[in-house]
């Protein structure tokens, strides 16, 4: 497992942060036994916490010309049929993943195409499960086109405590499906929308990880 480049900066803070505090209890309060213990169990913990948050475990990804792949690690919260009013405009298939602040962050492309559409949209930090979420929070809109045509979009949502989106794609990009689209820091969202009629291979609440669940196969 190595740690994603997403998370040098935050790490080298929180490591700067824990040697003040450390730094400053060890000083001022080194006859209170009970609370440099307490610090040191509170840094390790927050040490471990940020860690795991930006690592980057190896995996053997599943691809597949007609399959539509997890985008991210999470739970499924969403399988419905709804107005998408951003690019389609017309009724697609919804199916969202909720990402929890354990769960690996990094979003990975559903399918290989070409990038016919990226938008990034400022906005609110409502909690990731609200379902104005997807359409008032800070995000981002990604569309990608399959070699048959059938363009699929996919979104980052920002949460509560998400206030980061990185994305590293462009209208106009050739993609490779599983490779890393972007990134959302602390807990977020991606929503997927696909064609009516797509078989979807998952079902609600259930447990996905990105770059490896069969989440839909194309017709």
Same mark, same amino acid.
């Given at each position: 497992? &190595?740690?994603?480049?997403?998370? =040098? ?11 003040? #505090?450390?730094? !400053?209890?060890?000083?001022? %309060? ?9 610090? *040191? ?12 948050? %930006? ?6 990804? &599943? &691809?597949?010309?007609?399959?539509? #792949?997890?985008?991210? @690690?999470?739970? /499924?919260?969403?399988? $419905? $049929?709804?107005?998408?009013?951003? =690019?389609? +405009? @017309? ?5 969202? #993943? %909720?990402?929890?602040? !354990? ?10 195409? /070409?990038?016919?559409?990226? +938008? =990034?949209?400022?906005?609110? *930090? ?5 379902? +104005? ?8 809109? /990604?569309? /990608? ?22 994305? =590293? !794609? ?15 820091? %602390? ?12 078989? !979807? ?19």
């Amino acid at each position: 497992m &190595t740690i994603h480049k997403e998370g =040098y900066t935050t790490i080298a803070v929180s490591l700067l942060f824990i040697f003040i #505090i450390n730094a !400053v209890v060890d000083y001022k %309060f080194a006859d209170l036994t009970w609370l440099r213990w307490f610090i *040191y169990i509170f840094s390790f913990a927050l040490f471990v916490i940020v860690l795991q948050f %930006f690592r980057n475990p190896s995996r053997t990804f &599943t &691809t597949g010309e007609n399959l539509v #792949i997890c985008p991210a @690690d999470g739970k /499924v919260v969403v399988i $419905e $049929e709804t107005e998408e009013g951003e =690019y389609f +405009k @017309d009724k697609r298939l919804q199916v969202s #993943i %909720f990402m929890s602040p !354990v769960n690996v962050h990094i979003n990975r492309n559903p399918i290989s195409g /070409v990038v016919k559409f990226f +938008k =990034y949209h400022p906005g609110k *930090y409502l909690a990731a499960w609200n379902p +104005k979420s997807s359409t008032e929070n800070e995000r981002t809109t /990604v569309v /990608v086109e399959h070699k048959n045509g059938t363009p699929v979009l996919f979104r980052q949502i920002a949460g509560a405590l998400a206030r980061r989106i990185v994305w =590293y !794609v462009k209208e106009g990009d050739n993609v490779a499906q599983t490779e890393q689209f972007g990134f959302i820091k %602390f807990g977020s969202r991606v929503d997927i929308f696909l064609p009516i009629g797509t078989k !979807v291979n998952l079902e609600l609440d259930q447990v996905v990880k990105g770059g490896i669940t069969v989440l839909a196969e194309l017709s």
